[in-house]
């Protein structure tokens, strides 16, 4: 008899721990997405692009009426939807910019007085500034790093430094956002040059190419040194520096030297102060809510170039309205009793055309600690199909880029999720470390990978509109990209209610210039 007693309270007891189990097991179940992500639709997507990318915006040049307008379009949207500000009681996060005009410049070598803009172009980028000097200090290609030392035994300190354009024959080609100029300006920086005067090759446009026709453009890292100030010089003025020396200098390989010449730099510019912002708007969560999963695309593009807008339908309306469609589909979750157990930061940056400033700015001045920053998901076109892809279904795929960076963990949870939900061609191309084209590094994801928040950067390619006012809404897949939001959705879905944060186990990848 009390063998059976204790057989039957074994029973029971094992009931109520299996009961309780199945219990707890049910509480951190996800809640099932797809009638969420069912929300995000090609219709709605088309709608705000269509106004987004709109002539009434501008082209969303960082710091003008159109930007303002874009920003003021995405703040009415998430307040809309019931997301709280993100910046305080603020949905936006202001930042200073500071516009420089060239108002003059001028260049004399010895009794030789130079034209600008045909013997020598002046970036606004300069300070107002009068030199005059009696030597000028030829270093080579100006560079300093583990292979040579064009500086080496020079003293340069208050002095104006001549160096080539370019790379020595026989290594690669500059690359990346800061491959001219500012560069050479660094290394010659970090020597005490007072000025720099870069050697075009022969047959160089004058502007440089990419030089930008508004003037020079910063945030608040400007001024706070008194950087060289730094010219492209032609090879007329290199010849009255140097002589019967210019043929060795083109030669391939220059010798570095000191030349007497007398010579005068004058330049006159203005600075205009302007404002520009990131918009905000934050989706608290539940149990995990101190932690946050960023969900970010940029807003501006390229603006006005003489009298024609470039609208930035795909660069990077396509991410923007995708943002505000994922936003909506997370605020009907939480509607529904189905919020995400993390809280969510719907991040619209600016000036990321401009040199990434809005999210430098933002993890540089975070409204919310990096380290409880999950991840950050960052869409920067996804709207078109790349017509160099030869592999592979164009009409089902999206480059994903970063995921096997900075932790482990992410690339599975990504594939994961695409496995079960989107089915997309993920395609890993500009994961390649050796890429030419660095995609990695060129848009808003890298400044929180440069923070060591983990990152996923969604991106459908370089197409013959890109940066070209021929970038309009009547030319998006909107049915492909519904399909790629819809995945960044399913991810941030996943990421927002998993019950660890991501491991921060991998370095973050050297950055070559």
């Known amino acids: 008899m009390e063998s059976l007693y204790l057989a039957m309270r074994k029973f029971f007891l094992f009931l109520a721990i299996s009961a309780t189990g199945a219990g707890a097991a049910h509480a951190q ?19 705000h692009l269509y106004i987004v990318a ?5 082209g969303r040049e960082t710091a003008t009426e159109g930007q303002h307008k874009a920003a003021a379009y995405i703040e ?24 420089d005009s060239l108002v003059s410049a001028g260049l004399t070598v010895g009794d030789n007085h130079f034209t600008l803009n045909t013997d020598f172009y002046a970036p606004a980028a300069n300070n107002t500034i009068g030199i005059t000097g009696s030597e000028i200090i030829f270093a080579g290609y100006g560079i300093t790093d583990s292979t040579r030392d064009d500086y080496k035994g020079l003293n340069v300190r208050g002095r104006i430094v001549v160096v080539l354009a370019g790379n020595p024959p026989g290594t690669p080609a500059p690359t990346g956002r800061r491959q001219r100029g500012p560069a050479r300006q660094d290394i010659a920086q ?42 492209y010089i032609t090879d007329k003025v290199a010849q009255a520096i140097f002589g019967g020396d210019f043929p060795q200098l083109q030669s391939g ?18 600075t205009n102060h302007l404002q520009a912002s990131d918009v905000l708007g934050f989706l608290p969560g539940t149990d995990l809510k101190d932690q946050i999963v960023v969900i970010s695309a940029h807003m501006d593009h390229l603006g006005k170039r003489n009298g024609e807008i470039y609208y930035g339908a795909d660069d990077d ?110 395609d890993y191309k500009f994961d390649d470390p050796t890429d030419p084209e ?31 006012p021929t970038d309009t ?13 819809q995945f960044v959705f399913y991810t941030a879905w996943d990421m927002a209610d998993r019950n660890e944060m991501l491991k921060r186990d991998i370095a973050l990848p050297a950055m070559s210039r």
């Open 29 to 47: 179940k996800i809640p099932d997405p797809r009638p969420f992500a069912k929300t995000i639709t090609a219709e709605d997507l088309k709608k």
């Open 438 to 468: 660095r995609i990695y590094y060129r848009s808003d994801h890298f400044n929180f990978a440069r923070k060591g928040v983990p990152i996923i950067f969604y991106f459908d390619g370089i197409h013959a509109d890109y940066h070209r």
């Open 190 to 231: 970090r020597n005490g040059a007072a000025a720099v005067l870069i050697l075009m090759s022969s047959g160089s446009p004058i502007p440089p190419q990419g030089a930008s026709p508004k003037g020079n453009m910063s945030i608040t890292e400007y001024k706070r040194t008194n950087s060289p100030d730094y010219l």
């Open 253 to 270: 390989a220059p010798m570095s030297k000191i030349y007497n010449a007398n010579i005068r730099l004058d330049i006159t510019k203005t």
């Open 76 to 99: 009415n949207h998430f307040r809309s939807l019931g997301l709280l500000p993100g910046n305080g009681d603020n949905y936006q996060l202001p930042y200073p910019v500071y516009q």
């Open 54 to 58: 709109s002539a009434d915006f501008e």
């Open 473 to 485: 809404p009547d030319k998006i897949n909107y049915d492909l990209m519904e399909k790629r939001a």
């Open 317 to 426: 309306g396509s991410g923007t309205v995708s943002i505000l469609e994922i936003a909506s589909a997370f605020a009907k979750a939480r509607a529904a009793g189905k919020g995400p157990r993390r809280s969510i930061l719907f991040l619209a940056n600016s000036g990321e055309e401009e040199g990434l400033w809005g999210s430098q700015f933002y993890t540089d001045h975070p409204t919310y600690p990096l380290d409880k920053t999950d991840v950050d998901l960052n869409i920067d076109m996804i709207g078109r199909i790349d017509p160099n892809r030869k592999i592979g279904d164009s009409m089902n795929y999206v480059y994903v880029v970063g995921s096997d960076k900075l932790s482990t963990d992410l690339k599975p949870i990504s594939e994961g999720n695409n496995k079960k939900y989107s089915k997309l061609e993920l």
